[in-house]
Structures are given as structure tokens and as C-alpha cells.
Nanobody, 121 residues
Framework: VHLVESGGGLVQAGGSLRLSCAAS????????MGWFRQAPGKERELVAA???????NYVDSAKGRFTISRDNAKNTVFLRMNSLKPEDTAVYYC????????????????WGKGTPVTVSS
């Protein structure tokens, strides 16, 4: 199984990015997918998750700014991030969860290697 994130980079505050996570080696449509992030010196946290059925969950700080979506035909999950803030700076990881809703890091089955996002003020 491989999860490969892309789309990270350097952006000014108020800007936007769209992260992608391409999955292979698994029946993608059967998995809930989550986006997590880890900032320097901080613990990993959930950003957003989407179930196999398309239900979504967001951390409070992402609500109204970020949108998670999936394209099962392309085995890809996306995270659209608008109105970015310096505190969004982190490495963003996608992860796959077969049995759950994609919201609990310790329960995820597979992880990507991450893509860095830096938001300058």
C-alpha cells in the first residue's frame, strides 16, 4: 500500500492550497481517509476526515476554511485549504482507515510520508 501526498508548499497568509493524496495497493473506496498534520514541537492532530460513504469531519480550526473530498475513480483524496494562517504551518499527512471513520490517528492502517505546508505572515 502506498499513500503519496502532494501539493504542499510555501504560501502567504490568506492564500490557498490543495493537497492531494494518491492511494495504491488497496481498495480505496472501502477506506475512510483522514488528513492529519504535525507542527514542529506539537503532537499530530486530525485536520479532516471523510468516510467511505462521503461523510466528513473537521477539526474546529478547519471548519469553514478547509474542504476534504475524494475521487474514488482516481483513488485520490483532496484537502482544499483556504484562508490559510501561519498556525496552519505543519507537515500534512494522509492516512487510510478500514474499520473506522478516519478520525483517530492510532487506528489508521496506512500513512503517507507527508507534504510540508508553510504559511508566511
Amino acid at each position: 500500500v502506498h499513500l503519496v501526498e502532494s501539493g504542499g508548499g510555501l504560501v502567504q497568509a490568506g492564500g490557498s492550497l490543495r493537497l492531494s493524496c494518491a492511494a495504491s495497493g488497496l481498495i480505496f473506496s472501502s477506506y475512510a481517509m483522514g488528513w492529519f498534520r504535525q507542527a514542529p514541537g506539537k503532537e499530530r492532530e486530525l485536520v479532516a476526515a471523510i468516510t467511505s460513504g462521503g461523510s466528513t469531519n473537521y477539526v474546529d480550526s478547519a471548519k469553514g476554511r478547509f474542504t476534504i473530498s475524494r475521487d474514488n475513480a482516481k483513488n485520490t483524496v483532496f484537502l482544499r485549504m483556504n484562508s490559510l494562517k501561519p498556525e496552519d504551518t505543519a507537515v500534512y499527512y494522509c492516512a487510510a482507515d478500514y474499520y473506522g471513520s478516519g478520525t483517530v490517528g492510532s487506528q489508521m492502517d496506512y500513512w503517507g510520508k507527508g507534504t510540508p505546508v508553510t504559511v508566511s505572515s
